[in-house]
């Protein structure tokens, strides 16, 4: 039977213990409700632990909170930087979310060209969602987009 109280406490003890994965299972229980209470504070507080112990799921999540202002201040350049280094991993769902805040402004002028670069990279790299925002972008950049576009080879 599912014991989510008992779940999060084992995950307390191996987040406290510095297990990054555990850290973001722990910030998971928080931010859902799972097994006690919703906080979307203190699961920051862990996806932040987490993300900086390289987990790649911390990195989206704690991107998300970010740039949402979830459990704390709004910080859109918080949210890319994080992402970025989720990409740098290989995370497709941290190279679509700089896609989609490239695309659309969130946290600095609209840049068609580089969310190309992410939807493509995140196509790359298995995001299925990604190849649909591509055909989105592709109705909608200038001449002058496409052309830098193909000159980056994106």
């Known amino acids: 039977r599912q014991d989510f109280a008992a779940a999060r406490a084992y ?15 722990h910030g998971f229980m928080w931010l859902n409700g799972l097994g006690g209470v919703r906080n979307a504070e203190i699961a920051r507080a862990w996806f932040l632990r987490a993300a900086e112990s390289g987990d790649v799921d911390a990195m989206t999540h704690l991107g998300a909170m970010l740039m949402t202002g979830t459990g704390g201040a709004q910080d859109f350049v918080g949210a890319r930087n994080w992402w970025q280094r989720g990409a740098a991993l290989g995370d497709s769902r941290c190279a679509f979310n700089l896609g989609i805040a490239c695309a659309g402004g969130h946290g600095a002028p609209p840049d068609f060209v580089a969310a190309w670069g992410w939807f493509a990279n995140a196509q790359a790299l298995g995001n299925a969602a990604a190849g649909a925002e591509l055909e989105r972008l592709g109705a909608v950049v200038s001449q002058t987009e496409w052309t830098e576009i193909v000159l980056r080879g994106a």
């Open 11 to 25: 995950y307390a003890q191996a987040a406290e213990a510095g297990l990054a994965a555990a850290q973001f299972n």
